[in-house]
């Protein structure tokens, strides 16, 4: 898959959400769904977007044991998701069986990767919630490894982080990155943030956009804009 712009689609209904994907009448963007929208919609809004032609990020975060892990996965690629994930904290173990159970019985399925730690989650927290009292960067960059070792094909990370997960991980292993931002736009509640054209050269493979596109005047201009500077 070649770089690409994923909206996150983080809207409280079905209505909201297809009334907004409903503006895209030429290309069909990528559509990350999360867990506001998965919980009120339950899978049926998945089988309804893909069947509208979009390609689905479906961002639940899985976090459990691996013989659970293994068998949500199973029923998420059976919704013919694009791109799923999970957190890395779960183990290797973990990540393996999830794996196991993503692949369907012709051998495809879809994209998984893992989340390291949340962009929520600074140092102090780490230290003091999780008793981790390595560098973040390095926590970081250790479970991108341990996805990768478990066969997972990337990790969601900062704009800031994907050079050097790319360089510890290798330029195949994909980076996803939200905290977009355009140059004169409002930065929400994202702190560290990197215009499109920042992040492609950067090197991230997928940029995931909320707000610059879902509450634009205009979001199918707003995506074209992204489309051009990222993708282009
Ligand atoms: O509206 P905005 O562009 O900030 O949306 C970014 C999307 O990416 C949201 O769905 C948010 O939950 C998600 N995300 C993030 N930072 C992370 C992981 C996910 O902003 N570290």
Redesign the pocket.
Known sequence: MGKDVII?C?FKSKEDTLCFLDKFTGRKPFV?I?MELFYAEGPGIVREIKSRGHKIFLDLKLHDIPNTVKKAMSVLSNLDVDVCNLHAAGTVRMMEAAIEGLTREDGTRPLLIAVTQ??STDQEAMENDLLIKEPIDKVVMHYASRAKKAGLDGV?C?PLEAEKVHSTCGKEFLTVT???RFADGDM?D?KRVMTPEDAKKIGSDYI?????ITAAEDPVAAYERCVNEFVD
């Open positions: 996150a983080d990350k999360g949340l962009t969601v900062s939200p905290g977009v929400g994202q995931v956009v909320g707000r610059p």
